[in-house]
């Protein structure tokens, strides 16, 4: 019983407690926004903000908009959730006006805007706010949203006509004749002067003043940098000349948008600024649909100047990275900064160009330019190339690198009547097995890396590692001859004679794009987005004669077909790449400048464009012809009925030597100056009945000429940069190997020390010393390739990369 009274006493000292303790307990403390214990509370609703704050919504007659997600905000702008809000119209005076446009006032669609009236007890079971009746008012109303007694900022909404165009141009000085959006009372909003309304097109009396220039971008291209009004025209119906049907200043605000980005930008104002060279399309944004307005072009380079140490020539030890220098003005002659310029070397085996500088990797010389190339630099759309300049290549001059030293060579050595290939290491003395291939190849190139050579045959296309010496790959859906490889060493050109058909191949496999017809020859520019194609006709016998149809593959505009006035044999694209020149019955040229034709269409201006038209060159005949990258010299050798001749075309003045670099002249074509210094002279001692290749050392001072038919010498040009040059020839050693009659094919190291020359005959490669200028017969290289007809083969197919030398 005791412990009974005690389990009693206990609970209900234990209840009193914690009701006396429940009973001092306080409420919890309301903040407020002053800390002042009164006022408006914090997480209280204080703010609501719709947006486009200023620029309000712009609704087409009977269009339907929807008015952005309201956002509230407490005292502290802390965001405040708010369960619903209810919206109305008001007039500029804050009273309600549903003539102009209405609004779901709550509900599930609530703030559903429409540029008329919404239906409301229309009966037969037609939901109320579900069609919008137009009014068919033109004006500015406004819409508030409101929730827990507090309203937004009134939101313009702009009711117009059906916008039908947009077209950019020049501001208006005539806001009574001329309407543009620079006479709207929207443009006023920011503007510390009013807007006087003239009643009879709802325009200010006079254009709004701005900060900035009004650029009229009909009129010619912007220079980087410079800032300026956009202004545009908007129109109703299909005339734009009817003035009632110019709505530009009842549709609010325009929002404008580049559609290539980095050539302008474009503030919320319409205030544009010049970036990078180049023209690009403005879409102007209004009643909830993107209209193409214009163009907008920002200058393009006049010229590129480049230089190395303040000088157009340098020497430059291997593994030193040496700084160039461009220097950039425009076509109103501004200067230019921050361009994507490409920096290619004419012998990137061996020199290198990078970002704004040059690293020798081996001894040789380079003629290194920075090109301006479309589309990553002053790109423009393909039907304004050519307006103002914008989409049209420029290229600076060419600064001559040399790297001093000597390197070492590995020889590749094939023919196209033999199965094998066979490797020579220059670096160890050593001659290769021969390696034995799926089948006989009918061409042989080597990527610039010197890492794969890619041989084409009637079968397959073959893929050959010149590092590991074994073959890697085969193709059997692609068939035909390889006539070049990339400087990138990403593509191939391939030609099938029987298929007719000309391949861009990758060369990890696979074809790019094709064009019908059969190649003969090609050349990549050295930044490998361009490459020249001559092409030539199949007889039923299978033989190609040349016609004088030249085909063209650039990144820029894809593939286009020109013509020559006779057909061609050869390609040599000129240093700069400003062109590219043909060998025929006449020496001819193709500019890399398109001749345009600008028209205008819908108010907007439209180009038309000849690519790659004639360049005025009409020089001597040749069969094979090579580019030297000093710039100065194309070099051609023909085969005639009796003999070969020779010819040397110095291009341009005395006063401007070389090719013409820089922007293209306006909407003409690029003409090249030319002279035969050297013109149709005998290569004395040779019987050729076809010439095979002209070789130009990197250097530019030597050039050597090989051929089929008999002889026994090789026909050599020493080079003058001023006039002609001196004409003569090696006699090749007769060894142990038999009597040498023809240098079939030869390629020059990289170092220039030594030209390496097939040689029917004794079917051997003759080591040509540069020094000497003499044949060196202890060296000859007797590959011994097996013939397909037994015996063995003429070594016609040679390609090298270079080595270090071993210390």
Not at 152 to 172: A, E, Q
Not at 274 to 289: D, K, R, W, Y
Not at 419 to 425: E, F, G, K, S, W
Not at 643 to 665: I, M
Request: aromatic letters at 6%; a negative charge; glycine letters at 10%.
């Amino acid at each position: 019983m005791r412990r009974f009274v005690t389990l009693v006493f206990l609970l209900c000292f234990t209840v009193s407690f914690g009701v006396s303790i429940s009973g001092c307990a306080k409420k919890n403390s309301v903040s407020y926004c002053n800390n002042a214990g009164y006022g408006p509370v914090l997480g209280q609703l204080a703010t609501i903000t719709l947006s486009p704050k200023v620029y309000g919504i712009s609704l087409n007659y009977a269009e339907i908009g929807t008015v952005g997600a309201p956002a509230g905000v407490d005292c502290k702008n802390s965001a405040v959730s708010v369960s619903a809000y209810t919206y109305g119209i008001v007039d500029a005076n804050g009273k309600p006006n549903l003539t102009i446009a209405d609004v779901v006032p709550s509900g599930t669609n609530a703030g559903r805007l429409c540029a008329g009236t919404w239906n409301r007890n229309t009966g037969g079971g037609i939901p109320d706010y579900t069609t919008c009746v137009p009014n068919n008012v033109s004006g500015t109303v406004y819409v508030v949203a409101s929730a827990d007694g507090v309203s937004s900022n009134p939101l313009p909404i702009y009711v117009h006509p059906t916008v039908t165009s947009v077209l950019l141009g020049p501001p208006s000085t005539d806001c009574v004749n001329d309407p543009a959006t620079n006479c709207s009372p929207a443009a006023y909003i920011n503007s510390p002067t009013s807007c006087t309304i003239n009643s009879a097109n709802g325009c200010c009396t006079a254009p709004v003043s701005t900060t900035s220039q009004p650029l009229d971008t009909t009129q010619g291209c912007i220079s980087q940098g410079v800032t300026g009004q956009l202004a545009a025209r908007i129109f109703t119906g299909t005339d734009t000349t009817v003035a009632s049907n110019n709505i530009s200043c009842q549709v609010g605000h325009l929002t404008y948008t580049a559609q290539t980005s980095g050539i302008v930008s474009i503030d919320q104002n319409g205030i544009a600024t010049a970036e990078q060279p180049g023209s690009t399309t403005i879409t102007a944004n209004v009643s909830n649909a993107g209209s193409s307005a214009g163009f907008f072009a920002t200058c393009p380079p006049k010229s590129i100047q480049l230089t190395v140490n303040n000088a157009l020539s340098a020497t430059v030890d291997q593994n030193y990275t040496q700084p160039l220098a461009a220097v950039v003005t425009d076509t109103n002659g501004n200067p230019i900064t921050g361009l994507d310029l490409q920096f290619v070397s004419t012998t990137p085996s061996t020199i290198t160009a990078g970002s704004g500088s040059v690293t020798p990797t081996l001894p040789g010389s380079a003629a290194i330019t920075a090109i301006c190339q479309p589309p990553t630099c002053n790109s423009s759309p393909f039907n304004q190339i050519g307006l103002y300049g914008n989409g049209k290549p420029i290229t600076s001059n060419p600064v001559e690198i040399t790297s001093p030293g000597t390197s070492s060579t590995v020889l590749y050595i094939g023919s196209t009547q033999s199965q094998y290939i066979v490797p020579v290491d220059f670096t160890t003395n050593n001659i290769g097995a021969p390696v034995r291939l799926p089948y006989v190849p009918n061409s042989m190139v080597i990527s610039v890396d010197g890492s794969t050579i890619y041989m084409g045959s009637s079968q397959e296309i073959m893929t050959f590692s010149a590092l590991t010496n074994s073959l890697t790959t085969q193709d059997t859906t692609v068939t035909g001859e390889v006539l070049a490889v990339s400087p990138d060493g990403s593509t191939l050109v391939i030609t099938d004679p029987v298929r007719q058909l000309v391949y861009l191949y990758k060369s990890t496999g696979g074809v790019i794009s094709t064009y019908g017809g059969v190649g003969t020859h090609a050349e990549f520019t050295p930044d490998s987005t361009t490459v020249y194609i001559t092409m030539g006709n199949v007889d039923p016998s299978g033989n190609v004669t040349p016609n004088n149809q030249l085909l063209v593959h650039s990144s820029n505009i894809g593939w286009y077909v020109t013509t020559s006035a006779q057909p061609t044999t050869d390609v040599a694209v000129g240093v700069p790449s400003v062109g590219a020149f043909f060998a025929g019955s006449a020496t001819s040229a193709k500019g890399y400048c398109p001749v345009t034709t600008t028209s205008t269409v819908d108010g907007q201006p439209v180009t038309s464009n000849v690519f790659y038209p004639d360049a005025g060159v009409t020089g001597p005949a040749a069969d094979r012809l090579a580019a030297t990258n000093d710039g100065l010299h194309i070099l051609g050798a023909r085969a005639t009925s009796s003999t070969g001749t020779f010819t040397d075309l110095l291009l341009g003045s005395s006063g401007s030597p070389g090719l013409p670099v820089g922007s293209c002249p306006g909407n003409n074509a690029l003409t090249f100056s030319d002279t035969a210094v050297l013109s149709n002279a005998t290569l004395s001692g040779i019987s050729p009945t076809a010439i095979t290749g002209v070789d130009a050392t990197s250097d530019s001072s030597l050039a050597f000429v090989t051929y089929t038919g008999t002889g026994g010498v090789l026909p050599m040009y020493t080079l003058s940069s001023t006039g002609a040059g001196t004409l003569g020839n090696i006699p090749l050693a007769t060894t142990s190997s038999g009597t040498p009659i023809a240098p079939v094919a030869g390629v020059f190291s990289t170092d220039n020390s030594t030209f390496f020359v097939g040689t029917s005959g004794d079917n051997s490669v003759h080591l040509i010393n540069r020094s000497t200028l003499s044949d060196q017969p202890t060296k000859l290289i007797a590959p011994n390739l097996p013939g397909v007809n037994g015996g063995t083969a003429t070594p016609n197919l040679i390609v090298q990369r270079p080595r270090k030398t071993l210390s």
